[in-house]
């Protein structure tokens, strides 16, 4: 008889779904995969999910609480939590933090501590949400901690946290449903917003952290140098901030085959965000074989040879770089060493890894 494993949805429902989002699904895929010992139930507040659950290999305990009070309470209460549950994973900082049979697992997964590195692009709100759970986290001797950013460990470590609580995992980068659209229809698509030939890509939330503003501004330089990086195009959902978008085109939030063949068919990828905890896009980039720019800030590609990285601070710099990717080889042989720098970088490894954190 299969263990019941618990795990937090909740971030499925979310305005922005965001990366932590691609996390849980991710999960819950490898699992799956890795034929793990478990059976899977996923805690999920009221309202519409950004994705079709259906397609995932799990049982969904539903809440008569919308996200936000779901969120508030499970500090508290350990809503949803099946009481024979032997393992209980919050894949946030929301939680549940609670519940299950007596001795059950209790896990949490931090991805960042973003809300520190880059206080000025944080809601006063969200600030003492983080620092509020992070104190929880801190004083729950038996909450294993899962992290996702390879700097982390250290850090936690350094608020007193003992480091045999702390259990670094992989993220992935493949997923066996997702299946690229192809050449025909993403030209078909870019051409419906007016963009035809080369395009510079961008993934991921609107937001100030994300440091569009000073990009947009090096893409314009460096394409007074260089025609063939094309088009400046932003994917994904606004966040909060208003940044100013000028003469990039902005596509919005797209469906996940539309994005993967966007990623493959990109000239160059561009990602200088300010902070990240992890950055799963210039990842995704590399795994399409696509050139990609990133931001020294960006833990994921920190070791990559196959990226090049700036200053995000810095415009010049970054339109240095975005030059710099148009003399790199762009065959195939190139785009399957960039490819094969992830290669370890699966959902399935990163299953086993909680696995292991979970023993």
Do not use: C
């Not at 195939?332 to 699966?346: G, I, K, Y």
């Amino acid at each position: 008889m299969k263990r019941i494993l618990a795990l937090s949805i909740d971030q499925l429902y979310r305005r922005q779904p965001g990366g932590i989002a691609t996390y849980v699904r991710g999960l819950i895929q490898g699992l799956a995969e890795l034929g793990s010992p478990y059976e899977l139930v996923g805690l999920s507040p009221r309202g519409e999910a950004s994705m079709d659950l259906n397609s995932l290999p799990l049982r969904v305990n539903s809440l008569p609480l919308p996200v936000n009070l779901v969120t508030r309470l499970w500090p508290i209460i350990p809503l949803g939590v099946p009481r024979d549950a032997a393992i209980v994973h919050a894949t946030s900082m929301a939680g549940p933090f609670a519940g299950g049979v007596e001795g059950a697992v209790h896990s949490v997964a931090m991805h960042d501590l973003l809300w520190r590195d880059e206080p000025i692009v944080a809601t006063r709100r969200g600030i003492s949400f983080h620092e509020k759970r992070l104190a929880l986290i801190r004083r729950r001797d038996d909450l294993r901690i899962f992290t996702t950013s390879p700097n982390l460990t250290e850090r936690l470590s350094g608020f007193g946290i003992d480091q045999e609580r702390i259990h670094f995992v992989r993220l992935g980068v493949d997923a066996r449903d997702d299946h690229p659209f192809d050449d025909a229809l993403v030209r078909d698509f870019l051409a419906s917003h007016g963009v035809s030939g080369p395009f510079t890509l961008y993934a991921g939330t609107r937001e100030p952290r994300k440091n569009l503003t000073r990009l947009i501004e090096a893409h314009d330089r460096a394409r007074q140098r260089h025609r063939g990086l094309g088009s400046l195009v932003l994917v994904g959902p606004e966040g909060w901030g208003g940044v100013p978008t000028r003469d990039a085109v902005v596509l919005g939030a797209v469906e996940r085959s539309m994005l993967l063949g966007l990623y493959r068919e990109a000239t160059v990828f561009a990602y200088v965000a300010l902070a990240e905890g992890w950055g799963l896009p210039p990842v995704e980039a590399l795994h399409a074989g696509t050139r990609v720019v990133v931001s020294r800030t960006t833990p994921s590609v920190t070791s990559n040879d196959e990226v090049i990285r700036v200053d995000p601070l810095d415009v010049d710099a970054i339109a240095t770089g975005l030059l710099q990717a148009m003399d790199q080889d762009d065959g195939a042989s190139a785009r399957q060493t960039r490819q094969m720098s992830v290669a370890n970088l699966t959902w399935r490894n990163a299953a086993l890894d909680h696995v292991e954190g979970w023993k």
